[in-house]
């Protein structure tokens, strides 16, 4: 892989540090800090993140909401109302959260929905509402 000027590429590995967090924009808010024009295109429209891997079935290594606890917990009695959806009325998902592990713990707990029938590109599911339960 060619490197230098005429390849833009840096010929070796770029090491910095920064005295704050810049959300994410380490490499943008350096190359502007060496005069670089900086342009970022998305062009993934509505698959990005979780919804990328649900649209094209790969797996990820860490799924979202993924994280590793010291105890479990079990979902259970699940209840969603009304049975059937009439219209854009509201809906209601309620279930019990459980801690069945040894010790005192928190889970955020996620709900997603999906739309089989939209006229225009959707994700398989998209995230309505998360609670964190202790």
């Known amino acids: 892989m060619p490197s230098g000027p ?10 910095f540090f920064v005295d704050r967090s810049l959300g994410g924009k380490v490499l943008a808010e350096s190359l502007k800090a060496l005069g670089e024009r900086v342009e970022v295109i998305y062009s993934e429209g509505i698959f990005v993140g979780y919804r ?4 094209s ?4 290594l860490f799924p979202f909401g993924y994280g590793l606890s010291y105890t479990k917990f ?3 009695s699940l209840a969603v109302t009304p049975d059937t959806l009439a ?3 509201p809906v209601t998902v309620a279930f019990d959260v459980t801690n069945v592990g040894r010790r005192e713990g928190a889970e955020v707990v ?3 929905v999906g739309d089989r029938h939209a ?3 959707r994700p398989p599911k998209e995230l309505k ?3 964190k339960v202790t």
């Open 110 to 112: 996620q709900v997603y």
């Open 74 to 76: 079990k979902l259970g």
């Open 52 to 55: 990328h891997f649900d649209q």
């Open 129 to 131: 509402g998360f609670v």
């Open 6 to 15: 005429q390849s833009r590429r840096l010929p070796e590995p770029w090491v």
């Open 87 to 89: 219209g854009d009325g």
């Open 119 to 121: 006229p225009v590109p």
């Open 57 to 60: 079935g790969r797996k990820p």
